[in-house]
């Protein structure tokens, strides 16, 4: 019987010697673009649920983290980006996890026209898309806008009129097409 229980007792000491060396304390480090470290990162590897959180310099530890593959998602204000990621002998490769800005959507080209009543092209009218894109019409009274997609508040200003209307780029095209100045 005491064998028995000696044997359990070297099993048990095994098991807790593997759990030992297998789990460990992982360290890491976020940083942006510039390799600025960031802080106040959550960062959250799956499988398993571990979580941390940067300190001041960027670094994060976590505890009880098994060898093997993660996704790690690190989120911060706004943003948030998901790296794979591996622990091997308690070490995390890649050890500084980057969070980049997210790709900018491609600026959108199309071609526009402003018209008078008569559906003549007006020449040197300047056309204001939001606040801060704006064009010139040529004299044929085409423009080609270059800038995000979406809904724009538009505003023509050409001899001393204004016409205020609304345009949507998507796709590469300014709908409607055609902005009438009368």
Do not use: H, W
């Not at 297998?22 to 571990?50: H, M, T």
């Not at 009129?161 to 998507?170: E, G, L, M, S, W």
């Not at 796709?171 to 902005?179: H, I």
């Amino acid at each position: 019987m005491r064998r028995v229980g000696a044997i359990c007792t070297f099993l048990l000491g095994l098991s807790s010697l593997a759990a030992a060396i297998c789990i460990q304390q992982v360290a890491g480090r976020v940083v942006d673009e510039k390799d600025a470290p960031i802080s106040g990162a959550q960062v959250q590897f799956e499988p398993g649920g571990k979580s941390a959180s940067t300190d001041k310099t960027g670094a994060l530890s976590v505890s009880e983290l098994a060898d093997g593959r993660y996704q790690a998602t690190i989120r911060v204000s706004n943003r948030s980006r998901t790296i794979p990621v591996t622990v091997e002998n308690g070490r995390l490769n890649p050890s500084t996890l980057r969070l980049t800005p997210p790709a900018s959507a491609p600026d959108q080209v199309a071609t526009a026209r402003v018209v008078d009543k008569d559906g003549a092209g007006v020449a040197d009218a300047k056309v204001t898309f939001g606040s801060r894109l704006f064009f010139l019409t040529r004299g044929d009274g085409r423009f080609e806008f270059r800038g995000p997609a979406g809904e724009y508040d538009v505003t023509i200003e050409v001899g001393g009129k204004t016409v205020r209307t609304k345009a949507t780029v998507a796709g590469n095209k300014v709908q409607p097409d055609v902005l009438r100045i009368d």
